[in-house]
């Protein structure tokens, strides 16, 4: 336990916060960032801190209680002999018996590990929303550059015609209709690129970036594979479903919370419980009376006539119960999120494999084909704009195909719980 909340105070340090990204940003660099910088996973590290201060304060014992009392002296008549003097001098201690002491610092130490578990499922869930808007930047820069290329195309096409008409090898409607086919490209790179700005925001703000329109490129590419997505994909190669589940119930924090929190809840009941018996008070003193001096040691029980705790013990129950289903709920919940990764990473690599091998390189040959023969003037210009826009669409497909494999990937390492440092 202690040593979870040591591994979630390293991974969160006390350093300035960086108020800017690096003009080329990483995926790694934004996942360190993002812990670094996140309010939530501070605040639930915080709660970790808290919680130690509860267990403190668990540990510790009732403090005693002094008590002196005097009597025998009346200020409207003369000061009595020493005879006539009384004063008592006693200390109380309340005794915890029956086990709660123990039972307090056990469900106190169950609070932090929840807590620190909870941190860790925090990180987890922040890793997450982090891959997938740093992908989905990506994946903008990849269709931008797609619409920009093929812009480029209709451009060198552009300077073709104006060349063929100015030779009498065309008319100038043809070289018009070029020109407002144009537009339908310029607009997708207008298009793209705004949906470049706001994935960058998006990212930005996962980052809890102060400035949400800083201008940064991705390292990364939608093909490159990192340490802790290399790890999740030979992981789910070789186990089997019932294996995959017992292996991600073992280490996923959200599961090991749950878990802890029912024991705590359990703990609690049995506190509940040895709280029906009061807690006695020993006592011990010194008395003066009359002259005479006398130890003083008494006993105080309280009798449980009207109340033996009855009712926290039967909201305990409940919330023990409460607690119980809750961690079988999550532990479905974690069963169905390794079971959706695992398709989607299963589909995902049919889906691109698929890709590649019957459309995209035909694609991009039909369209050099396409512009090799416009260029000789066998072909059209429909028939070249046909081909350009079928291999827009196929590259953007493919595209997308490669940004659910990642995103897959991405939901398959939350879903088994890798982070940096902890394989599967």
């Not at 510790?60 to 009384?86: C, I």
């Not at 070029?178 to 980052?207: C, I, M, P, T």
Request: glycine share 4%; charged share 25%.
């Amino acid at each position: 336990m202690r040593l979870l909340v040591a591994l979630l105070v390293c991974a969160c340090p006390a350093v300035a916060w960086a108020q800017s990204v690096p003009a080329e940003l990483s995926l790694r660099q934004a996942l360190e960032l993002a812990v670094q910088r996140n309010p939530t996973l501070a605040a639930a590290i915080e709660g970790v801190a808290a919680a130690e201060g509860g267990a403190v304060t668990a540990r510790q014992r009732p403090n005693p209680a002094l008590t002196f009392e005097t009597a025998g002296r009346s200020f409207l008549s003369p000061a009595p002999s020493p005879d006539q003097h009384e004063f008592l001098f006693r200390v109380d201690q309340e005794l915890e018996i029956g086990g709660r002491r123990k039972l307090r610092i056990q469900a106190a130490e169950q609070g932090v590990a929840a807590g620190a578990a909870d941190a860790a499922n925090v990180r987890r869930e922040l890793e997450l929303v982090v891959r997938r808007a740093y992908f989905a930047v990506v994946l903008t820069v990849a269709n931008r550059q797609a619409a920009q290329e093929a812009l480029t195309e209709i451009d060198r096409v552009i300077a073709l015609n104006r060349t063929r008409l100015e030779h009498g090898e065309i008319s100038g409607a043809e070289l018009r209709r070029v020109q407002v086919e144009r537009l339908k490209f310029q607009d997708d790179v207008y298009a793209s690129e705004l949906s470049l700005r706001n994935a960058r925001a998006g990212l930005l703000a996962a980052l809890n970036m102060p400035d949400l329109g800083q201008d940064f490129r991705p390292a990364d590419t939608l093909t490159t594979v990192e340490a802790a997505e290399a790890a999740a994909l030979a992981a789910a190669a070789p186990l089997t479903r019932a294996a995959m589940l017992a292996s991600t119930l073992s280490q996923r924090p959200d599961v090991q919370a749950a878990r802890v929190t029912a024991q705590q809840a359990d703990t609690a009941t049995r506190l509940q419980r040895a709280l029906r018996v009061p807690f006695p008070t020993i006592g011990a003193g010194y008395r003066h009376d009359a002259g005479l001096a006398s130890a003083v040691i008494g006993v105080t029980v309280p009798l449980p006539l009207f109340n033996r705790n009855r009712g926290e013990v039967l909201k305990s129950e409940a919330e023990a119960r409460r607690k119980q289903f809750d961690a079988t709920a999550v532990e479905r919940g974690a069963a169905l999120d390794i079971q959706q990764a695992l398709n989607a990473v299963d589909v995902s690599r049919q889906r691109v494999a698929y890709i590649e091998r019957e459309y995209l390189t035909t694609a991009r040959e039909s369209r050099d084909v396409m512009l090799a023969s416009y260029r000789l003037g066998a072909a059209n210009l429909i028939d070249y704009l046909d081909a350009q826009r079928a291999f827009r669409d196929t590259l953007r497909t493919y595209n997308q195909a490669l940004f659910d494999q990642r995103v897959g990937a991405a939901s398959l390492i939350a879903a088994l719980s890798i982070t940096a440092g902890r394989q599967p």
